[in-house]
């Protein structure tokens, strides 16, 4: 099979033209030409929950999956492309496919090591060391622990059979060892939380060294009437261009590109 033939954005903080002074407002966009073998590829979905507790962001991300991440998935599917979903520890195990590569520290996780400083109690922000952070308030607690209990994954990007589901960044590394996985292409939410942060997110994946892709409009950020979600989007994607950590691309590209493979599969 033809491999997928794709040109990333990253974002160079250098000037765009030798002739530029080096300053902030020359900088801009470079890309990089990438060819991903389809069997040694992955799309990883994270927290594309049916519930989110932010009726605002979970809008957004419904329709980012019913009209962008859901027929992604299928072309994926078709190509070969192994379909990753990372749905947080909790959702994982309500699905029976999380168990193919669950190991021990998955089906037993280790008492967490208690560190010799700072003391746990300031660590853990607890007793007289507990306003160094802000508090969820107690009026919300109901409806969030409503929503995790009865959380699960969108409909249109439910798993199939033969899909992967993990709870850990070490889980997914087993499986991409497994399957010679290389490139991992990324969509889901939120796009300045999880997606970045979990132990299977763009962090701790691109530190073992794995070729790192989001797909930059599937996704999205959660906002402050300060700081528009779209605006937060834009700032997680040009920290991750920036310092190369993921390259990425839109949805068009990806179909064009999977279209190109499928068209030549055909014609051989």
Known sequence: MANLELTTRFLIHEPRAPDLPYREEHF?????????????????????????????????????????????????????IAVIHAPSPPVARKFPQWLRYAGESELNPPPKAVADWPPPDFAGRQGKWADLEAHYGEEWMPLRQQHEKARSIDAAVWPTAEDFVIATGEQMHRLCRDKRIRYLFYAGFAANYCVPHRDYGVFAMRERGYCIIVLRDCTTSIGTPGLPHNLCTEEVLHHLESRSLAGSITSVEFTAAAQRVAGATQAG
């Open 28 to 80: 801009g966009f470079k890309y990089a030409s990438v060819s991903v073998p389809p069997a040694e590829a992955a799309i990883v979905l994270v927290d594309c929950w049916d519930e989110p507790t932010i009726e605002s962001h979970g809008e957004r991300s419904a329709q980012i999956c019913q009209d962008l991440i859901g027929p992604l998935v299928d072309e994926c599917r078709a190509l070969g």
